[in-house]
């Protein structure tokens, strides 16, 4: 006995047309969850709990608009929307839900921890330091901000560590620029970016190969006394470092044979004395 089960595309539409509508409706809040600002956001709470996140998101962003301006359940709102969107990936919308916390409730218990988040949320806009870095450039700013608001913080060591983090990332922008154009052989390009990162990220790791480039600009250039004072900050610094030895050894040799005291002339025999 066999039966028709139709066409297997027309099976698949229909089972994905099923999943879309059971999607939605999960994300559609009832008459009797929508019924007050306090019944939605609870709701809209749950479903963040169980992290449905864009009803969630729904839920929060409806009633940033329909709550009154001075309703305690507003800074809650925007900072549960940061996370929801936070957590779908949406990071500029999570930084605009988050910065409402502290501009319009400075006083708020939420406002230091929505500062914090508003920067982690600029900074995971800035994936790799050859990206556009302007959303670093926020993040930083964030990040400061909630350091001067809020000193006494927990978060504050977390905040630095994270200032730090962006810190070598332009470092290494600038790195990265400064080597393509010591492969370009525009030397003096070259060295302005590395002189820029030495100047200003000297506590970070890119200072060292900063200062290896430099070395090597020098050299193609033939600027011996550059180079040898360079590696003399090297040498320092890292004095057994085997890159530093491989860039600087000639010279460092060299520096050291010509600072070396002469040895004194070998003394006359002495005379004897006359009778």
């Known amino acids: 006995m066999s039966f028709s089960v139709g066409p297997r595309p027309a099976r698949v539409l229909v089972l994905a047309a099923l999943a879309l509508a059971g999607a939605c409706a999960s994300n559609t809040f009832t008459k009797q ?22 009803k969630a998101s729904k839920g929060f962003e409806q009633l940033t608009f329909q709550l009154p301006a001075r309703d ?31 501009e319009n409730f400075p006083e708020d218990t939420l406002a230091a921890p929505a500062t914090f ?7 995971s806009l800035w994936k790799r330091p050859d990206l556009d ?9 964030t990040f400061q901000s909630f350091l001067a608001a809020y000193p006494d913080s927990p978060m504050r060591d977390s905040a630095q560590h994270r200032i730090d983090r962006l810190r070598e990332m332009f470092a290494k922008k600038n790195l ?8 370009q052989g525009a030397w003096d390009s070259s060295i302005i970016y590395y002189r820029y990162v030495i100047a200003t990220y ?7 190969r900063a200062l290896l480039g430099l070395v090597k600009a020098f050299k193609a250039i033939a600027y011996r006394d550059d180079a ?18 491989k860039a600087c050894g000639s010279l460092l040799k060299a520096d050291t044979a010509a600072a070396k005291p002469a040895a004194p002339a070998p003394a006359a025999p002495a005379k004897p004395a006359k009778p």
């Open 33 to 54: 969850e929508a019924s007050t600002n306090q019944a939605l956001f609870d709701a809209s709470l749950k479903a963040e709990q169980k992290k449905n996140w864009p």
């Open 72 to 102: 305690p359940l507003l800074p809650l709102s925007y900072y549960y929307l940061g996370v929801a969107h936070q957590q779908q990936g949406e990071f500029i919308l999570a930084a605009q839900a988050y910065s409402r916390v502290a």
């Open 117 to 123: 988040q508003a920067g982690v949320s600029y900074a």
């Open 133 to 141: 870095s302007d959303f670093g450039t926020t993040a930083i700013s």
């Open 176 to 183: 990265e620029t400064a080597d393509l154009y010591a492969v």
């Open 202 to 208: 000297p506590d970070m790791p890119s200072y060292k």
């Open 228 to 245: 040898a004072e360079t590696c003399a900050t090297l040498h320092q610094k890292w004095p057994k470092d085997s890159d530093v030895q």
